[in-house]
């Protein structure tokens, strides 16, 4: 009779398994949601309605040379995205501890913001969902386990919000109207295959130099101080976006392809990357 009562045990673990996991779904979405409303509530709107080439008078050859290339003369402004990605996320500083994820993101083009919004599969049957996002000037980095146990948090500091600033400026490859003059984007020329660029939000401020390629695309972003955990504590580091695959998208030529790397002092240790499955724009009219 042993076995009835095994039985019995698997199949009561296995229940409560599995009203905990609907449970922190249904708690994980509603934190979505909230994150998503307090976003869409510091939304301003776009003064300017479409792209003007007159706008790059001044801007430094490369920049000039992006721009003509992905932008067409009147190409309405991006003033959101809906994105889906799929690629593997490497959970170990140290090695390659690659795992598959999939995951959402919202973008709002002013006032700067996004929402993340991942799933990491583990292994299987266990889940960690994550939400990466900068909202109002505020980080937001979260992980829970089934997205009901609290794995990762990190407190919301200047730090944070400025690294999550710094990854909304990086990504703007994949809404291009968002690094124009208009938008609150700085240009200075650094040689004819880079430029530095600057934006401001409340308080933070992020600066990148972009690199551009032979066609004129942006095929990499970097910083020489954007902040990582390091045994607790914030430490600046070099840290890289590189971007390829570029295809039209509603008028405009952005990359679906992606990867992120800290520059460490043993070398590049990537720890993203990942393809846009759909992307959907909002548009200025």
């Known amino acids: 009779m042993w076995w009835k009562v095994i039985a019995i045990v698997l199949v009561v673990l296995v229940f409560f398994l599995v009203v905990a996991i609907l449970y922190g779904s249904n708690s994980w979405q509603a934190d979505t949601r909230e994150l998503h409303t307090r976003m869409e509530t510091a939304r301003v709107p776009i003064a300017l309605t479409s792209y003007d080439p007159r706008e790059l008078e001044g801007l430094p050859a490369p920049v000039q040379r992006y721009f003509s ?146 066609q004129g695309l942006i095929s990499s972003v970097r910083s020489d101080g954007r902040y990582r955990a390091v045994e607790g504590v914030q430490v600046a580091a070099p840290w890289q976006g590189r971007y390829w695959g570029y295809e039209a998208q509603d008028g405009m030529v952005v990359p679906l392809y992606g990867e992120v790397a800290w520059l460490l002092a043993d070398g590049a240790k990537p720890y993203w990357r990942g393809r846009i499955q759909r992307i959907q724009y909002e548009i200025s009219n």
């Not at 992980?143 to 710094?166: D, N, Y």
């Not at 700085?186 to 308080?203: F, N, Q």
């Open 69 to 214: 290339t992905v932008l067409k003369e009147g190409q309405p402004l991006v003033t959101a995205v809906s994105m889906e990605h799929t690629g593997t996320f490497n959970m170990s500083e140290t090695e390659e501890q690659w795992k598959p994820f999939s995951s959402t993101q919202r973008v709002v083009i002013q006032r700067p913001g996004f929402v993340w919004d991942a799933r990491i599969r583990m292994a299987p049957g266990m889940t960690v969902h994550v939400h990466d996002a900068y909202i109002a000037g505020e980080g937001v980095l979260t992980a829970k386990l089934f997205g009901l146990l609290t794995v990762m948090k990190q407190p919301s500091t200047p730090e944070l919000a400025h690294g999550e600033l710094m990854r909304f400026f990086a990504e703007a490859a994949w809404y291009p109207t968002a690094l124009l003059p208009s938008q609150g984007v700085a240009w200075e020329a650094i040689d004819d295959g880079r430029a530095s660029a600057t934006l401001t939000d409340g308080s933070a401020t992020v600066k990148l130099v972009f690199q551009f390629d032979a």
